[in-house]
């Protein structure tokens, strides 16, 4: 129960985080949310930020542990991959979208066998998908990617 406490606080710890980013990038003050990212990574994930970076998802995934969790930091990184572009970065929101997809990914990887499907992670798996394309991803999320991509569910 203690853990799961602490996982719901974190959760919406990062939803407020996401407003306010999502609040910075609609008043266009793109280094103000990036810098936000960056807070977000180490106070709330725990995380040095050059590891969102160089860390391969997986590990990253394995580190974080939780459905949730790994679900909550592909939600700040693509947030952050879109104000990466919108600041003039087009390369670095390039890699910022691919991990952000891989960890969405690693999430549904993770979710419970018999948990209906989110939708919204599907729905944001095929965004990415558009943005990314399923070849600049690293082998094993290919099949996967390419299967959510046709189909409402897996």
Do not use: H, N
């Amino acid at each position: 129960m203690f853990k799961r406490d602490i996982l719901l606080r974190i959760i919406e710890q990062i939803v407020r985080v996401l407003a306010r980013m999502l609040k910075l990038r609609d008043a266009g003050r793109y280094e103000e949310g990036l810098a936000l990212a960056a807070e977000t990574y180490r106070e709330d994930f725990g995380l040095d930020p050059l590891y969102v970076d160089v860390m391969d998802s997986e590990k990253l995934a394995e580190m974080l542990g939780e459905y949730a969790t790994i679900r909550a930091l592909a939600q700040v990184v693509t947030v952050e991959a879109e104000l990466l572009a919108l600041s003039g970065d087009p390369v670095r929101a390039a890699g910022k979208r691919r991990r952000a997809l891989e960890l969405c990914l690693e999430a549904w990887m993770r979710r419970q066998p018999d948990a209906e499907p989110d939708e919204d992670l599907l729905d944001g798996v095929r965004g990415l998908l558009g943005e990314v394309g399923a070849q600049s991803l690293a082998d094993k999320y290919r099949p996967l990617a390419q299967a959510l991509a046709g189909q409402e569910t897996v």
